[in-house]
């Protein structure tokens, strides 16, 4: 009955460790956000970006509400003044592992646009 504990035990950790570790999420693109309006009249205001996390205690425990992409969108926007639009947004997901707890972010860069 032990053999059969130990067995089940070993075939969890393999399995919890495994996928612990496929966290290679994709990114995505998007030529530009939402404007509604001309684009043609916007002028380039610089680089933007903006990040939304959540941390998982011990790994599983989610603390806070998940990562967003809308607010890490919303963010981005914030991190230049007068910005009406977004554009060539990249989109990417990423856990950072610590000690005892890790932190998966949305993270968006892009270019600003605004009057």
Not at 69 to 85: G, N
Request: charged content about 10%; aromatic content about 8%; hydrophobic content about 35%.
């Amino acid at each position: 009955m032990s053999y059969s504990l130990l067995h089940t035990g070993v075939i969890g950790i393999t399995t919890l460790l495994l996928t612990a570790c496929s966290t290679g999420y994709h990114g995505s693109y998007a030529e530009r956000s939402f404007y509604q309006g001309d684009a043609s009249s916007l002028n380039y205001i610089g680089p933007a970006s903006g990040e939304h996390c959540q941390t998982h205690a011990l790994y599983l425990l989610p603390l806070k509400q998940s990562p967003s992409t809308q607010l890490a969108l919303q963010q981005a926007k914030q991190s230049q003044a007068a910005t009406l639009m977004l554009s060539d947004v990249s989109i990417s997901d990423t856990t950072k592992w610590r000690v005892g707890y890790a932190i998966q972010c949305i993270t968006v860069e892009a270019d600003a646009y605004g009057k």
